[in-house]
């Protein structure tokens, strides 16, 4: 299928994540931080990366942005993992350059399913 | 004894109770840590069956993991009952319902209800929590008991779980747990909007309460929750409540709502009989209503002699489209030298930036 970074603080939430990509066939590349993030974009060069906005040091915001102004990940899809449903804070995201956002609290079984959506767009 | 054995005395007892002290404190530390890698380490042997029953998809598919976590042993179980716990309001869909079935398995909601009148406040503040997080319509009337608990964190968790739980009859008493600042405004807040719709009799009703902060709880969330229906008995707060605040609130309400009867209202809120502090935010709210037709008022507050209805009148058409830019562009030509000028150059200005370009007209000369 496709290899996935993931960049999520909470453990909880990034164990969940693991399972339920790697269950429907992906291979994840998982972090806990916007900037090791940032570095294994580049490094291991993933098919799609799933942010959690709120993270220490660089949000997954900034990471989405420097991941937009670099010609080499420019065209990586990325979707935002985000616990605010408000308007402003999702717009921020998508104009930061974010394909798709998911509001927390989340199924795991939406995030799989909008996961592999991203992913048929942009392959398409 | 004399003075300098009593003063050798006690400094001896004072340094054995600092060894003995330290010898406590050192022990419990590495009790604690031990605790800690014996739970972490029991934890990681059954995370993934917890990821599995989370992960999975509902159904059958659920059956196998429920019924092994279901069976642990005590010891492992209160290893990963954090998690559990934690993982509720984070998932939701199948993953959540499968997570209630689990910790009720494990008696959680049981443990949790009579824990509400343990004798520790943490204690009757983490039942709330986790009664809550369970969203059992049972637990709406216990936790609205303990909205007059003594200890404020408890109350605050009695809000939120409230709010968690849903139950359309809790919207009264949450308001009215603001009574005298016994739980925070945010808080009261939130849980009404988690409420959404089921909450709105009690808020109307709440429009009219002696209390203004209860008045202005009740505004505000009526605005956030697109409460379009009560348009009208917010426009009546716009106009007549006796707090300049809940006023305010019920301007900025009405232009979230955004009906034909919040322009009107909204427009009349603009004019010189009103406070200074409704007029800035009835001027705000027009730019987020987004009706073309509050252009020519909003044209006319970019000469009002206060500073900030002419600031917001200036950034609200700049969000209402070519009309309204239309309109401070002609602002700009025609008032060169007003503050009325400066004012629409200011908002074209940031209107120019925001589209990523610089700006079309040249910054008026200072005055």
Redesign the interface.
């Known amino acids: 299928m496709a290899t996935v970074l993931v960049a999520e603080d909470?453990a909880?939430?990034r164990?969940?994540i693991i399972?339920?990509l790697e269950?429907t066939g992906h291979a994840v590349i998982a972090v806990g931080d916007g900037l090791s993030a940032l570095k294994l974009a580049h490094e291991q060069s993933p098919e799609i990366v799933l942010l959690d906005v709120m993270m220490p040091g660089m949000s997954g915001i900034d990471v989405c942005r420097a991941l937009r102004q670099d010609p080499e990940t420019a065209g990586l899809p990325i979707i935002l993992l985000t616990a605010r449903a408000q308007e402003s804070d999702v717009e921020t995201g998508l104009t930061a350059g974010a394909d798709d956002y998911i509001v927390?609290?989340?199924?795991?079984?939406?995030l799989a399913d909008r996961v592999h959506s991203v992913l048929a767009r942009t392959r398409a | 004894m004399n003075t300098a054995q009593l003063v050798s005395l006690s400094i001896a007892v004072l340094a054995v109770a600092v060894v003995l002290l330290g010898l406590v404190i050192v022990t419990g530390r590495a009790l604690n840590r031990q605790r800690e890698r014996r739970d972490a380490r029991l934890s990681a042997d059954v995370r993934p069956l917890l990821m599995e029953l989370i992960g999975g998809d509902g159904g059958d598919e659920i059956s196998e993991p429920l019924l092994l976590l279901a069976a642990l042993d005590e010891r492992v179980w209160r290893a990963v009952e954090p998690s559990a716990i934690s993982m509720l309001g984070k998932v939701s869909g199948n993953a959540r319902v499968a997570l209630v079935r689990l910790l009720e398995q494990r008696g959680l909601a049981r443990t949790a209800s009579r824990d509400l009148s343990g004798l520790s406040a943490v204690r009757r503040a983490v039942a709330a929590h986790v009664l809550g997080l369970l969203g059992h319509a049972e637990a709406a009337f216990p936790l609205v008991r303990m909205l007059s608990d003594r200890n404020p964190e408890v109350r605050a968790a009695a809000v939120r779980g409230l709010g968690q739980v849903g139950a359309a009859g809790a919207a009264g008493p949450i308001i009215s747990s603001m009574t005298g600042g016994r739980v925070p405004f945010q808080l009261v807040a939130q849980a009404l909007i988690r409420l959404g719709p089921k909450a709105r009799p009690a808020l109307v009703e709440t429009l009219s309460d002696g209390d203004p902060a209860k008045r202005a709880v009740a505004v505000e969330v009526l605005g956030l929750t697109g409460a379009v229906e009560n348009a009208r008995a917010l426009v009546d707060v716009l106009a007549g409540d006796s707090s300049a605040d809940v006023r305010v609130r019920a301007a900025r309400a009405l232009g979230r709502l955004g009906t034909p009867v919040c322009l009107d209202a909204l427009i009349h809120a603009t004019g010189p009989d009103h406070p200074h502090a409704v007029r800035v935010e009835a001027a705000s709210a027009l730019g987020d209503l987004g009706s073309p037709r509050a252009v020519p008022t909003l044209q006319q507050l970019l000469a009002d002699s206060h500073y900030h209805v002419a600031h917001n009148a200036a950034r609200s058409l700049a969000r209402l489209g070519k009309p309204a830019t239309a309109a401070l562009t002609e602002t700009v030509a025609e008032r060169a030298g007003t503050p009325a000028a400066s004012h629409a150059w200011e908002a074209l200005a940031i209107q120019d930036l925001q589209a990523g370009r610089l700006p079309r007209l040249p910054a008026p000369a200072a005055r």
């Open positions: 909470d909880d939430i164990d969940l399972f339920k269950q927390k609290p989340f199924s795991p079984r939406v």
